[in-house]
């Protein structure tokens, strides 16, 4: 809300989930346990929308990297969609969000969003390969989802594309050992089987780092080789989306967007070693982060202006890094950037 209304920003990313009765929540973790104490440690979509009314959001403690059980109640609430929405355009009437709509969600937000056209030309839809093998599928789960009649022109799109999904594609295509050429062509499926549809797509999103082989030991794990290809692969797509000619004969317009991510949170743990951490979104812990090659990945990915290369839209957890980094390069000076974020690490004497 800073941001869009003080900060005069009009670009927003949300994440949604939805309540057993597909009533949307604004929430990062799809289970209730790390923002909330009295809903127990379940799925939001478990849960009826009448008793998420008014639950305080907590902040769980974090120490050795774990999250703990011990927690600080705070004064906000886990807010519904529709309050979000309302306090956004009321500071920004020009503000455009981005709606991430998850594993399976994203099908009743495009349904419902085209029954309220007060927020049209105001929300732009992103969904995933997770649950929908194809554009058909897509628009299948929209229409029985029993949008209104528009919903093709009224809604924009986002499909997005993680490049941990290109081996599955890969493999739907009955390709067991997927090379690069096969995890690219995979998604190049999956992103042209959404561009045919008659669907208003306003942007691509794929997530990449752009690293390479060299940075690769002597004995290398499959998986860890299956991670690096995957890369390369989604840097094609990249490329492919944002400068094949059909498409933009097709789409001119259509904009490509990319991610800076870092870790959620560093500790230094009781050991004197530094671990980085995700959270799973399924359960709300924390997770370690891998320590092999695949830590390149991620810290490219974490890396303010990498992305922003390619990207016309930058989803970003670290924004104030990257305009800033941004700006020196317009300047004409190249400043040194890593993905380490002080204000995520956390240390002995804050965790405990």
């Given at each position: ?17 939805l ?7 604004v ?45 600080l ?7 519904l ?54 554009g ?5 789960a ?5 949008p ?8 924009a ?74 890369d390369?692969?989604?840097?094609r ?21 990319a ?22 979104i ?20 974490g ?9 016309d ?8 890094d ?6 020196w390069r ?23």
């Amino acid at each position: 809300m800073a941001a869009l209304g003080q900060g005069g920003r009009n670009l927003s990313e949300l994440d949604v989930c939805l309540t057993s009765d597909n009533v949307a929540i604004v929430s990062h973790d799809l289970n209730t346990w790390r923002v909330s104490e009295k809903l127990g440690d379940k799925l939001f979509n478990e849960i009826h929308s009448s008793k998420i009314k008014d639950v305080p959001v907590i902040i769980r403690e974090v120490s050795n990297g774990i999250i703990q059980d011990k927690y600080l109640e705070t004064i906000d609430h886990i807010p519904l969609l529709t309050e979000i929405f309302s306090k956004v355009f009321l500071a920004n009437s020009d503000a455009t969000i981005f709606l991430d709509g998850r594993n399976y969600e994203a099908h009743v937000i495009v349904a419902w969003l085209s029954h309220r056209p007060e927020y049209h030309q105001r929300v732009v839809v992103l969904f995933y390969t997770f649950e929908y093998p194809h554009g058909g599928a897509f628009v299948d789960a929209v229409l029985n989802a029993q949008p209104a009649s528009a919903w093709r022109k009224s809604i924009a799109l986002m499909p997005a594309l993680f490049p941990e999904e290109l081996c599955r594609l890969a493999r739907l295509r009955q390709v067991t050992e997927p090379t690069v050429d096969d995890l690219y062509l995979a998604g190049k499926a999956w992103f042209d089987s959404m561009l045919m549809q008659d669907m208003r797509i306003v942007a691509a999103h794929v997530v990449f780092s752009g690293v390479t082989r060299n940075l690769l030991g002597q004995v290398v794990d499959k998986d860890v080789l299956l991670a690096f290809d995957s890369d390369q692969a989604a840097v094609r797509l990249a490329y492919y989306l944002k400068e094949d000619t059909m498409i933009r004969a097709k789409r001119p317009h259509l904009k490509f967007a990319a991610v800076t991510r870092c870790y959620d949170f560093a500790a230094l743990l009781d050991s004197g070693e530094r671990g980085e951490f995700s959270i799973d979104i399924k359960t709300g812990r924390a997770r370690r982060h891998e320590t092999d090659e695949r830590k390149h990945i991620r810290w490219r990915k974490g890396t303010p202006g990498n992305s922003a290369t390619i990207a016309d839209w930058v989803i970003s957890d670290r924004p104030e890094d990257e305009m800033a980094i941004w700006e020196w390069r317009n300047q004409g000076i190249d400043r040194e950037v890593s993905h380490l974020s002080p204000h995520l690490d956390l240390n002995i004497e804050t965790s405990k």
